[in-house]
């Protein structure tokens, strides 16, 4: 079927011919409305009018970026990337990744299960709720898909036609080059204006020369490493959850990338809500609970990660036999040790890109009292600058808690 960009109503009229999805909706009479909340693409409820629990996600990428407008092109062929990596990972996390009804790359559609008594879990955080799941189910991801999308676990033919596959994902790479690495730290035409003229702080950050040679430093890494198949965008906004359950969405920035990444984007948000709190709502007991999650993160995922490493005998990097035991597991620490050191380097960037870069986060740019939100940038400035500067130091996890609240 030729391209054609779906509204609230023709989106009914396309799923009405895709016969998975007639079959689980049956005769019902249907409704649609928009929900789309993310920067890129547009997104449809769709439900029975009879029956509005009944109901389906649709999802549609547009051939430009929605949060500039349509002045701004952007092919829709990241929808091609989403839908490789949710069958990607539906095969290793299948209990994370929404269940696939349809997917059409002409029509850069995917047509998902519905997460109704799920919240995004930056909106969650915001509101100061905990989720007693978090740790262990977003540690077993990470651990998983970057465990078996590696070079230490897959062959060599095999991980080499997973790069084929992701790696021309190049516009969605290139737009991380360009706003988590390169843009927000100087002056140009995409940052928030209105925040960055006559900024001090904006014009410290611009100046800042350790820094940006330490960012040119992680942004070649994230431009160059290869070493397993990255979410690509893994901030609070792409984690929908509840009590019980935790998935995993928007997966259209996914190519084979650093390690490191992808726990850097989810450590960069959850401080980010650290902040908000410390400036906004002054919750200690949240701010407690936040420092613990990313402390159990880090610690639970390098457990996992060694975990699966230490069961796989043979892989593109490994031969049975190669290295006696001891020497393994000392190469396999020392390895495990760097992801999250690096993972630190890449929190800072895309901390310090949400300050002053044309996207910014609801815990930060949402604060409307400017001298509150003043202050909230100043924090993620400092915090984002120990973290790029420091990130090669550090040691344990314990050394990143003293960065976040030294
Ligand atoms: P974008 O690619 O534009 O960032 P997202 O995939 O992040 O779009 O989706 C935007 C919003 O749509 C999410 O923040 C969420 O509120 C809603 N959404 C997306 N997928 C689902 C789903 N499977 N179930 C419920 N809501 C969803
Ligand atoms: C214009 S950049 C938009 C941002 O939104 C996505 O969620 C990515 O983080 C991207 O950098
Ligand atoms: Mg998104």
């Known amino acids: 079927m030729e391209y054609k960009e779906l509204n609230k109503e023709s989106v ?22 928009e929900i789309g909340d993310g920067n890129l693409n547009f997104v449809y409820l769709v439900n029975s009018k009879t029956n509005p629990k009944k109901a389906l996600i649709v999802k549609q990428a547009v051939p430009y970026l929605r949060c500039v407008g349509e002045e701004f092109a952007l092919s ?9 990596a949710l069958s990607e990972f539906k095969k290793i996390v299948s209990e994370f990744v929404p269940e696939l009804y349809h997917v059409s790359e002409e029509m850069s559609i995917v047509v998902m299960q519905y997460l109704d008594s799920h919240i995004i879990l930056r909106n969650g955080l915001i509101k100061g709720q905990k989720y007693p799941n978090l740790s262990e189910h977003i540690s077993t991801y990470l651990a998983q898909t970057l465990f078996k999308t590696s070079s230490l676990y897959l062959n060599s033919t095999q991980k080499r036609q997973l790069i084929d596959k992701f790696n021309s994902n190049t516009e969605l790479c290139k737009l991380t080059e360009d706003f988590v690495f390169t843009s927000a730290f100087m002056e140009d035409e995409t940052n928030d204006a209105s925040n ?17 040679e330490k960012v040119l430093g992680l942004k070649y890494k994230f431009m160059t490493c290869n070493d397993a ?16 359950e935790t998935f995993v969405i928007d997966p259209e920035f996914a190519f084979v990338g650093p390690f490191g990444f992808d726990i850097g984007a989810l450590i960069a948000n959850l401080v980010n809500n650290y902040i908000h709190h410390s400036i906004v709502t002054t919750d200690e007991e949240f701010k407690e609970y936040l420092l613990e999650s990313i402390k159990e993160i880090l610690e639970l995922f390098e457990v996992k990660f060694l975990k699966l490493w230490s069961e796989q005998k043979d892989s593109a990097l490994m031969r049975d036999g190669f290295i006696d035991e001891a020497t393994a597991q000392k190469f396999r620490e020392k390895f495990v040790k760097n992801i999250i050191k690096e993972s630190i380097g890449f929190a800072g960037c895309k901390m310090a890109r949400r300050v002053f870069g044309v996207a910014g986060v609801a815990e930060i740019r949402g604060i ?26 550090v040691e344990k996890v314990d050394d990143i808690l003293g960065m976040i609240n030294g």
């Open 12 to 33: 009914i009229s396309y799923l009405k011919n895709i016969s998975e999805v007639m079959r689980y909706f049956g005769e019902d009479e249907l409704q649609a409305k």
């Open 76 to 84: 829709r062929e990241r929808m091609t990337y989403e839908i490789r």
């Open 196 to 212: 960055v003229e006559n900024n001090p702080h904006a014009k410290k950050l611009f100046e800042d020369m350790e820094f940006k």
């Open 229 to 244: 198949l990255l979410h690509g965008d893994l901030h609070t906004g792409s984690i929908m959850l509840n009590d019980k």
């Open 368 to 393: 409307e009292d400017k001298v509150l939100r003043q202050k909230a940038e100043v924090m993620a400035l400092k915090i984002s600058r120990e973290f790029v500067v420091g990130y090669e130091s």
